[in-house]
Nanobody, 126 residues
Framework: QVQLVESGGGLVQTGDSLRLSCEAS????????MGWFRQAPGKEREFVGA????????YYADSVKGRFTCSGDSAKNTVYLQMNSLKPEDTAVYYC???????????????????WGQGTQVTVSS
């Protein structure tokens, strides 16, 4: 069984930065894509960013482009989300996810992902 564990969330002020981390444990596997999603109260889970290890291609939601950066270590199935210039609308529970089985869906689609973390809360005060 694969477990993903996020860390690094917290309470910050507008304009601050946070770095989220996600590490995989349990059964050894090779991830193809690792990504981040978030869910605010009363809203659907939405795509934030992802990295495809082949070519280290990154993808971002328009709302975070230029402010958030995905990076990581494919050999360790570890992914980071560097969040700068945080805004109150970034407040949400942030989830890490990983793809093991190849699929035809894009990295912004939750259905592509095989494994999910439990989430870490990020709160940005105004």
């Amino acid at each position: 069984q694969v477990q993903l564990v996020e860390s690094g969330g917290g309470l910050v002020q507008t304009g601050d930065s946070l770095r989220l981390s996600c590490e995989a444990s349990g059964r050894a596997f090779r991830s193809i894509v690792m990504g981040w999603f978030r869910q605010a109260p009363g809203k659907e889970r939405e795509f934030v960013g992802a990295i495809r290890w082949s070519g280290r291609t990154t993808y971002y939601a328009d709302s975070v482009k230029g402010r958030f950066t995905c990076s990581g270590d494919s050999a360790k199935n570890t992914v980071y989300l560097q969040m700068n210039s945080l805004k109150p609308e970034d407040t949400a529970v942030y989830y890490c996810a990983a793809v093991e089985r190849p699929g035809f869906l894009g990295p912004t689609n939750t259905l592509l992902y095989d494994y999910w973390g439990q989430g870490t809360q990020v709160t940005v005060s105004s």
